[in-house]
């Protein structure tokens, strides 16, 4: 494993044990998420953070203006400190990631998504839902994604596994046995 995740999970359990200890999961994870949205739209944010030119005091004094400024409690702001202080704020977007997981963990959630070839009704979305809420046995946060290309059916990705129900890859399977 990639040590960009060691070092992202070690950081994320951290603040998820200090979270729960101090009834903050659920406000640690919006936090985060806002902290997620202002480093995609300021992609050098992270930069600015790690650059050692610039003094601890200045980086600590900016998070804590933005803290304020954004109303992020204080564990988020303190997890921010202690993450620059041990220069690792260029691993924060894989922290929030796998505090993101440890969170859905503890509200028994997954994260599934679904690739079809045109969007979901609302009936096929509350019978996914349904199914694959069964199967997988939690609470699924169902992002969804259209690719024309699949022609029909969908692919379904969750925890780093995917099922392909595609009518592109039945096409392709059939291909493939045609061909021995």
Known sequence: ?????????????????????????????????????????????????????????????????????????????WFLMVVIGKKRIKFLPWMIEKYRVLYNIYHHRIDVKVVSARKLSDSERQLFLHIWGGYLNRWINLLEEVDPELIGG????????????????KLELLKEEMVR
């Not at 050098?44 to 803290?67: C, G, H, M, N, T």
């Not at 969908?154 to 890859?169: P, Q, R, W």
């Open 154 to 169: 969908m692919k379904v990705y969750f925890e780093g596994n995917l099922y392909d129900a595609s009518v592109k890859k």
């Open 1 to 77: 494993m990639d040590d960009k995740f060691l070092i992202a999970e070690k950081y994320a359990q951290g603040l998820f044990a200090y979270a729960k200890e101090n009834n903050l999961v659920d406000r640690a994870m919006e936090d985060l998420f806002i902290l997620k949205e202002a480093i995609e739209q300021v992609p050098r944010l992270i930069y600015w953070l790690s650059v050692p030119i610039i003094q601890r005091e200045e980086k600590f004094q900016f998070v804590s203006d933005i803290a304020q400024a954004l109303k992020i409690c204080s564990a988020v702001e």
